[in-house]
């Protein structure tokens, strides 16, 4: 009974490995068929040792060649994967698929397989591109895509004017209606309108501020005309304070002359009425000229108020424009410079260099697959992504650096006169302070990472071959796989 048994579980058994082996070689194939209905008859097991005997022989012929039919694989599907990676054009996200792909190592022919079929869908999805880029490059395409640009330039136009009244409104209007999506025949008339109202907006301010230039001319005039007359007048009360000082020095003069010639006040008393008449004069004149100082010290009094105010109104009108200054370089969302900004402090700092010649770095700094936080948990949430993260970066800065929103989840860092250390350990702090930050939406825990690529001006950089050097080290980056910093010199 044990005998039996086992010999059971040993016809099942090759059974099964007949079942499993099916398609690695077509004679094999029919060897272990035509066994396993067999071993299925239930037939005497020692009528079919000639057939064990001609299967074995067939497997160890299939155990010598595996391995080198899986070198050949290994082999060509390194050759088409490097031919892929190679391929011009190739979306970053794809490449990250494909080195993912490529580190994962392979110990059985199953994995080989699985390695074959993820490749063939990498080529698959590049074959999508090809061709989606051909219907890209199709005039259709081409005006679609300039209408895409121009709705975008339009929001962003929008966005960095800064207008009151009516322009303001019906520029806010109009932003919201690009956001929300407008007919490409209905594009054109929006375009024509924006600039109507920016025109009709500038004239406005300019208006305004000729208003103001004019009310502080004005006054200014006034004050001027005022404090002319105050300094005449204040001259001609200094004069008139000399003469009465003189007068009252003669008379004084006069009456102590006259007591040291005179022992009779009698025969002195006519002349020292007169001298005491002199004095009574005197005092009125001096009356007179205090209700002028008196009148004087209050017109310079006004016209001290007079400036204070005009003061205040120049002052309110600086912070007016310092705001609006703030507001038009300013991007809204992550209150970090805009890309107008960044150009403008990117070209200062390349003149600096080109006197100095001091170390200058430039990063471009990208979120990692912000794409799929904005599709898996909204339009909000990455916003608030961008918002968070654009302050970490501030808080690593030193206040000589400069952050400026590059693109949609990309920022750039302008890092100024800093050594090779010390750059270094800054971005590995902004780096590393990203990563750790705590991000929780939809009740999951996520971490955040950004990809740097970096680079310094040399010889004879602009800030054009800046701007695309260091795009390119981001690419590299990326391709090296997230949460990297990649230097291209």
């Known amino acids: 009974m044990k005998s039996r048994r086992e ?14 082996c099916r398609g690695l070689d077509t004679e094999l194939d029919d060897k272990l068929a035509m066994l396993r209905q067999d071993l299925e008859q239930q037939k005497d097991i020692s009528q079919l040792i000639p057939r064990i005997a001609v299967v074995e022989r067939l497997a160890n012929r299939m155990g010598e060649n595996q391995p080198k039919e899986r070198e050949m694989l290994d082999k060509q599907f390194q050759r088409s994967s490097e031919i892929l990676r190679r391929f011009p054009g190739l979306p970053a996200q794809l490449k990250r698929d494909l080195h993912q792909l490529l580190a994962q190592p392979t110990t059985s022919l199953s994995g080989s397989f699985s390695q074959v079929l993820g490749l063939i869908s990498l080529y698959e999805r590049a074959l999508k591109l090809v ?22 330039e339009l929001q962003n136009l929008i966005t960095e004017l800064d207008f009151d009244g009516e322009a303001g409104d019906k520029l806010l209007t109009i932003r919201n209606q690009l956001l929300k999506g407008v007919a490409p025949s209905a594009l054109l008339e929006i375009a024509l309108e924006v600039l109507r109202l920016v025109m009709d907006g500038t004239h406005q301010e300019r208006h305004t501020s000729q208003q103001f230039l004019d009310t502080v001319n004005g006054e200014l005039g006034t004050l001027s005309k005022t404090t002319q007359q105050s300094a005449e007048q204040s001259h001609t009360i200094y004069e008139h304070r000399g003469e009465m000082t003189n ?38 004149r001096n009356k007179a000229l205090e ?40 991007d809204n969302l992550t209150k970090v410079y805009n890309r107008t900004a960044l150009n403008e402090r990117l070209e200062h700092e390349y003149r600096r260099w080109l006197r100095y ?24 949430a990455g916003d608030k992504i961008l918002k968070i993260i654009a302050r970490t970066i501030r808080k690593q800065l030193e206040p000589t650096d400069f952050i400026g929103r590059f693109g949609d989840d990309a920022f750039m860092l302008i890092l100024p006169d800093v050594g090779e250390e010390q750059r270094n350990q800054r971005l590995a702090a902004i780096r590393q302070a990203i990563a750790q930050l705590p991000f929780r939406f939809r009740d999951s825990n996520l971490t955040i ?13 602009t800030p054009a071959n800046i701007i695309e050097r260091t795009d390119k080290a981001l690419s590299g ?3 090296a796989g997230s949460n990297r910093i990649f230097w291209i010199f």
């Open 7 to 20: 010999l059971t579980i040993l016809k099942r058994l090759i059974s099964r490995l007949s079942v499993a």
């Open 131 to 152: 061709a989606t880029k051909g219907l890209q490059n199709s005039p259709a395409a081409i005006q679609q895509d300039l209408q895409m640009k121009l709705t975008t």
């Open 247 to 284: 007068e009252l020095a003669e008379i004084a003069q006069s009456i102590r002359t006259g007591l040291q010639t005179h022992k009779q006040l009698d025969s002195w008393r006519p002349e020292l009425t007169h001298l005491t008449k002199e004095l009574l004069v005197l005092a009125e």
């Open 291 to 330: 209700k002028r100082e008196k009148a004087l010290l209050e017109q310079l009094s006004y016209n001290k108020s007079k400036i204070e105010h005009l003061y205040e109104q120049t002052q309110d009108y600086r912070q007016q424009l310092s705001d609006q200054e703030q507001r038009i370089f300013l």
């Open 357 to 380: 010649q001091h170390p200058l770095c430039v990063t471009l700094v990208d979120i990692d697959n912000f794409r799929s936080f904005n599709k898996h948990y909204g339009h909000q």
């Open 449 to 461: 990472t950004v990809s740097m690529g970096a680079t310094l001006f040399e010889s004879n950089d």
């Open 477 to 479: 980056a990326r391709n």
